[in-house]
C-alpha cells in the first residue's frame, strides 16, 4: 500500500512539473499620444466621476464576444488581461482630454469641491467580437450625461458607439484597436462637450 501510494505521488509530482506555468500578459492603454483635441477652451470647471459598468466589465478581465456562435455570451481570455478594469483605463484617458477643454479645470468627485457642471459617463461595451474564428473587431460604447450642478438639471445625454476591425483575431489585436477606439471616442466626446457648453453658457 505505501509503496503504490509512493508511486502514485511520483506520478503526481512528475505531472505537475511537466507543466510549465503560462505567463501572465498585462495591459493597459499605452503612452497617450500628443492630443488630437482641437477645441477653444471653455470658461467653466467640470467634475467627472467615475466611469460606471456593468459587472461584467468592472474586473481586468479581457472580454470578447463569438457572435457566430453565440452572440449573448462572453468569454475572456485566460492570459491576457488589463492592469485595471476597463472603465478605470477610460476615465483616466477622457480626464487627460477634458483638462484641455476647460479653463477653470477638471475636478474628481472625491475631492468635494464644487463645479459648474458635472459629466457622468456609462461604460456598455468594451469588447472584441468575433464575426468569424479569424476575423474579429473591436467595440466602445458608453452613454454620457452632462448635468448643471446648480440646478441638477440634465444639460444633455449622449449614447457614442465605435467600432474597428482588429489587426489581429487575438487579444493583442483587441488592445491595439482599443486603444485606438478610446482616444477616437475620447476625441468625439470633448466634440460634443465643446457643443453643448457653448450652448448652455450662452443662455
Given at each position: 500500500?505505501?509503496?503504490l501510494i509512493i508511486g502514485l505521488s511520483l506520478l503526481v509530482g512528475c505531472s505537475f512539473s511537466s507543466n510549465k506555468p503560462t505567463s501572465l500578459a498585462l495591459y493597459d492603454?499605452?503612452?497617450?499620444?500628443?492630443?488630437?483635441?482641437?477645441v477653444a477652451p471653455v470658461d467653466v470647471s467640470i467634475m467627472m466621476t467615475e466611469i460606471t459598468a456593468p459587472v461584467w466589465l468592472t474586473s481586468p478581465t479581457m472580454q470578447y464576444r463569438l457572435a457566430y456562435h453565440d452572440p449573448a455570451r462572453t468569454y475572456h481570455y485566460a492570459h491576457s488581461r488589463w492592469v485595471t478594469a476597463p472603465a478605470k483605463l477610460l476615465t483616466r484617458r477622457i480626464q487627460d482630454d477634458l483638462s484641455q477643454l476647460t479653463r477653470k479645470g477638471v475636478i474628481s468627485s472625491h475631492e468635494g469641491l464644487k463645479s459648474d457642471y458635472a459629466l457622468h459617463i456609462e461604460l456598455e461595451e468594451f469588447t472584441q467580437v468575433f464575426d468569424r474564428p479569424q476575423s474579429s473587431r473591436a467595440m466602445i460604447r458608453l452613454r454620457a450625461n452632462l448635468v448643471a450642478r446648480a440646478t441638477r438639471q440634465l444639460i444633455?445625454?449622449?449614447?457614442?458607439s465605435v467600432e474597428k476591425t482588429t489587426p489581429t483575431a487575438d487579444a493583442a489585436g483587441a488592445v491595439a484597436t482599443l486603444i485606438q477606439l478610446s482616444d477616437q471616442l475620447s476625441l468625439e466626446l470633448m466634440q460634443w462637450l465643446t457643443r453643448q457648453l457653448g450652448e448652455s453658457v450662452q443662455r
Open positions: 500500500m505505501k509503496i492603454l499605452g503612452l497617450k499620444p500628443v492630443s488630437e483635441v482641437q444633455s445625454q449622449q449614447k457614442f
